[in-house]
């Protein structure tokens, strides 16, 4: 008998390839979900950087990513609630004179958000901080020399929440973006 035989042997190695497909897709959108967070937090610290003026290193370790590690999870962006120091921010000693022409301390220039703020009789405790500042800003509570009060600026997550609904509508829409890529890169 002559002709053209057609059997299902060829079409058994896409059917178990087929059988891998879910397992790809939800890989796929797991990377994206995830790709999303790291996204989205990059943007977050370069405009909050830029709102309060400071800069994205120190607010790197506030701002923190908790990724998904399945998909049923979330990635969840979320800030700290102590406030930043103010010597975090822009600053400078400012001075005064007195009688016979000497120099005292009268209080620190603070440039927080863009608008700066005098802060008289606070002064710079160069002994306190860490390494990326260079001292704490401080302010005596009464007449005596102790105690002192550390001043703080906005906490990041009081900065992260002013924005909250435009943050999630562009998380929405970058992820839609992300499934579509980590689809394509898949090999289905």
Known sequence: MSGVKVSLGGIKEQL????????????AALMAL??????????????MGETVNIKRQVLR???RLT?????ADAVRIWAL???????????KQLYGTRKKGKRV?????VNVGGSEKI???????????????DGLIARRLGKDRLPIEVLYGPSPSQILNTRLPDYRAEGERVLLREVLRQLERADL
């Open 119 to 133: 802060l008289p009789g606070a002064f710079i405790v160069p002994s306190m901080g860490s390494s990326k500042t």
């Open 67 to 71: 990724k998904a590690r399945r998909l």
């Open 61 to 63: 370790d506030r701002v």
């Open 34 to 47: 995830n790709d999303t967070g790291e996204n989205l937090r990059a943007q977050i610290l370069k405009e």
């Open 81 to 91: 609630k102590r406030g930043l120091v103010l010597s975090h921010f822009p600053h």
């Open 105 to 109: 301390r009268a209080g620190i220039r």
């Open 16 to 27: 178990v390839r087929l059988d891998e497909l879910p397992k790809k897709i939800n890989r």
